[in-house]
């Protein structure tokens, strides 16, 4: 009885595992409702000018549609997407001693844009950091 009990809860927690990877294709997860939702990005760069960049998405996370619509550039490492590039600029602090700093509402992030989720009511800013 115990053993039939064991099997099946490590049968449900594989279907919970698999059905968190449904909708993901090649790393990204899209919004399951599908309707494009439109993003606003300030970049704030090295000599204080700033810019605001707009897009529409259908990705649930901020990561995922900032590389799919190429505005970014950088490495997948353990810890999500190290930003190395905004816009075609670099700031990657061991060649340049600098970095992208990442705002949510005005704030530093307390998260990578990897596990942020898309809300067209956020603002978001990068903003260009010397060391």
């Not at 307390?110 to 898309?118: L, N, P, Q, Y």
Request: one cysteine or more.
């Amino acid at each position: 009885m115990i053993k039939r009990v064991l099997l099946i809860a490590m049968a449900a927690l594989m279907l919970v595992a698999l059905a968190a990877c449904v909708g993901t294709e090649n790393g990204y997860e899209e919004d399951l409702s599908g309707a494009p939702r439109s993003i606003a990005i300030t970049v704030v760069y090295e000599d204080g000018s700033s810019e605001q960049l707009e897009f529409l998405t259908t990705y649930a996370y901020l990561g995922d549609a900032l590389l799919e619509a190429g505005l970014v550039e950088g490495e997948q490492g353990s810890m999500g997407l190290m930003i190395s590039h905004v816009n075609g600029v670099r700031a990657d602090f061991l060649l340049d001693g600098a970095w992208w700093q990442f705002f949510v509402n005005g704030e530093a992030s307390m998260t990578g844009v990897s596990d942020t989720r898309i809300d067209p009511s956020t603002t978001y800013e990068f903003r260009f950091t010397p060391a």
